[in-house]
Structure formats: C-alpha cells, structure tokens
C-alpha cells in the first residue's frame, strides 16, 4: 500500500460530519511536526458547533515565496446508512475504487497533499520556499467560523501568501481535464411582497400578492443581468421558492415570500445587483421588504505563475492539458483569496461528491500526489 494510499483510509476511517473534525488535523499535524512544520489548532464557534482549524507552517529559504495547500476535513452528512453497500466511515475497495464519506471530497486531496509535502521535503530540504497548510472543519457547513476565521488571522499577522491550492474535486471526466481558477459570487435575497388578506369571493376588498408579484417575477426571471467575461459565464438569477396563502382554499393571501440567488461574475457587483432588483420592484409599486445575504464574491485568478505550474505538473503526470474553469457552487477560495492574489483548486473527479457510495478511483491517487509534488517543484525548488 502506498503512503498516499495508506493515509487517505486512515482519515476515511474518521467520521467528521461537520463541524467535527474526527480526529484528522491532529492525525495531518502528527505527519507535518516533523518536517518543521508549525503546527497550530485555532477552536471557534459556539460550544454546540465548535469548528477545529488548523494553521501550520513550515518556513523556507528567505527570499523564496510560500504555497499554501488549503482544505476541509468535514464532510457531508452520509445520509440513509442502509443505502451505502458498505459502511462510509471503514475505507472498502470494490472494483479499483476507494469507497467512503470524504473520499472525493476531500479527504484523498489532503492525503496526496502530505505525502507530496513529505516527498518534495526530503528532496529540497531547506533549499525550497515556504509551505503551508491551511484546513477547517467548517466547509460543509457554514462556513463562518472555518476558513474565514484564519485568513483572519493570517491577515492581522500580515501573513504574505504567494499561492494556494485548494484540494476540492474538480475534475470532471478524467483526473486532471479541469482547474478552477475562480469562481462565482453568490448573493441570496427573501422578498416579501405585502397585499391584504381577504375572502376569495371578495377579491374587491383585498390585494392578491401573488397576481400583483408575478409580472415583476417574470421580468426579474427574463432580465440579462450580464454577458460574463472570457472566465465567467452570465450572471444567473433562480427563484428557489415562493410561499403563501393560509392552506385554506378561499382566503387570499396577505403576503408572498420569495426566496432567490444570483450566481453572479465579476462582470457585476452585490451592490449593482441590488439596485436592478429594486428598480424592477419599484416599477411594478410593490409594497415589499428584501433581506440579503452575501454568502461569496466572485474571485478570479488569471493565467500565472500558478496555473502554470500546476498545468506543466498535469501534464506531465497524465498527458493531459486542463481546462481553467470557473463552473460550479462556492468554496474556501473566495476567503483565501482575499489575501492571496493566485488561488486555484485542483483535485480528483467530482462524479460522487455528496452521494451514497461516494468514491475516489484507487488508480488516480498516485497520480494526484506527483501533481502536488511536480507543482512543488516548478514553483519552490
């Protein structure tokens, strides 16, 4: 068995549904110590939700820059245990596959992460740059007191970071076809829409929200909100869900609620996107409160230093040239990019991410590891 094998069952075998960690940065910190990694465990969130992060650092040649390889070690809820054909937290192979909670997503990453670090580390040495690894228990879930709490903290330190990898699965048909080098913002809003409750058969006395709402839906629904750029598609807006009425048949509702999203580029603003939303709902007086809640601003990393040492590693190692892609929901890379001007994620097939069964092929978990350890090289040596 090899390393990166060997170390991918063990972090399977924790079960970490988010927030909990289950054991897996204290197992990654064991590996990392002694490489000179430094190795610190910031707890966050309240007691019934406490998060386990962990920063460590292991600092290179002055002069050189420093990599961060960024992560989660949560996952999902497994869902109905009578539909896994094994249990999601003990590693089972069937057929050339890894099976378990985490295993695309993203324990395997992580474990090919370490062993790349290992590696490249008996190598170089102390000749190399700066390394670093940054991972939360708070992906899957909120997402308020993970990553965004260290780049926090690594921005009150004035922690200069040159490049981040973040392990999410993202490749697509075959390991190594897709890099994300961005991704879209994401902006939700609850619109109430207020009419006046009344009797069905006295629809002079009352105020149909849901007939006075549906003209400015349908333009919301058929506006362009942009055309995208060359890496972004067209800014989206979806209507997630709509609620009124009693449940009684003959009573008009006094009220329509409105949950929405926009998956937008960086061809348009939160602030932009807000205002387009009011003018139509002015346009069609519409007496209504809007909430919003911006859960990601777009973040884009141009073809660099990055992408092109983590294409070359590609490769190199599969034959394969990727496609820099910005598809796809959120992820850590929105915060981290805040104070790191190259971020991109990079990882095995997304294929059973959050699914019954979900799994890595055994065959592409080598691979992934020399990709980590080649873009090491192109980028620190």
């Not at 069952?9 to 002694?34: M, Y």
């Not at 003990?90 to 378990?100: I, Q």
């Not at 690894?133 to 903290?153: N, R, W």
Request: glycine share 8%; hydrophobic share 40%; with cysteine.
């Amino acid at each position: 068995m090899s390393a990166t094998l060997e170390l991918t069952e063990a972090l399977l075998a924790c079960p970490s549904v988010t927030p909990e960690d289950g054991g897996c940065q204290a197992l990654i910190a064991d590996r990392l110590r002694p490489l000179g990694f430094h190795c610190e465990t910031i707890e966050s969130g309240p007691a019934s939700f406490r998060v386990t992060n962990l920063w460590a650092l292991r600092r290179g040649q002055p002069g050189k820059k420093l990599l961060v390889f960024a992560g989660h070690t949560d996952v999902v809820p497994t869902g109905p245990l009578a539909q896994w054909t094994s249990d999601p937290f003990v590693p089972t192979h069937r057929e050339g596959k890894l099976f378990g909670r985490g295993a695309a997503d993203m324990k395997t990453s992580i474990a090919a992460m370490v062993v790349a670090v290992e590696e490249f580390v008996a190598a170089h040495g102390d000749t190399c740059g700066s390394i670093a690894f940054l991972l939360t228990s708070d992906e899957e879930g909120p997402a308020v007191d993970g990553t965004v709490k260290l780049v926090e903290l690594l921005r009150e330190r004035n922690e200069q970071i040159d490049y981040c990898i973040v392990g999410e699965p993202t490749s697509v048909h075959t390991l190594g076809d897709v890099i994300k080098n961005g991704r879209r913002g994401s902006l939700s809003g609850k619109l109430t829409i207020k009419g006046v409750q009344g009797h069905i058969a006295y629809p002079q006395l009352a105020r149909n929200p849901i007939h006075l709402a549906a003209p400015a839906l349908a333009e919301l629904a058929a506006l362009d909100w942009d055309a995208g750029n060359t890496y972004f598609p067209a800014t989206s807006w979806q209507c997630s869900n709509i609620h009124a009425g009693t449940g009684a048949t003959n009573v008009i509702p006094g009220e329509l609620v409105v949950d929405f999203n926009f998956r937008f580029s960086t061809e348009s603003t939160p602030d932009s996107l807000k205002a387009r939303v009011r003018a139509v709902l002015d346009k069609h007086h519409l007496e209504h409160d809007i909430t919003w809640s911006l859960s990601g601003e777009p973040f884009l990393t141009p073809v660099g230093e990055l992408s092109e040492a983590l294409t070359e590693a590609i490769r190199h190692e599969t034959g394969f040239t990727p496609e820099l892609s910005t598809t796809g929901g959120t992820s850590d890379g929105r915060f981290i990019a805040k104070i790191c001007r190259q971020v991109v994620e990079f990882g095995p097939l997304n294929e059973t991410i959050h699914k019954i069964d979900e799994n890595v092929d055994v065959s592409s978990i080598e691979p992934l590891k020399n990709i980590y350890r080649r873009t090491l090289e192109n980028l620190l040596s």
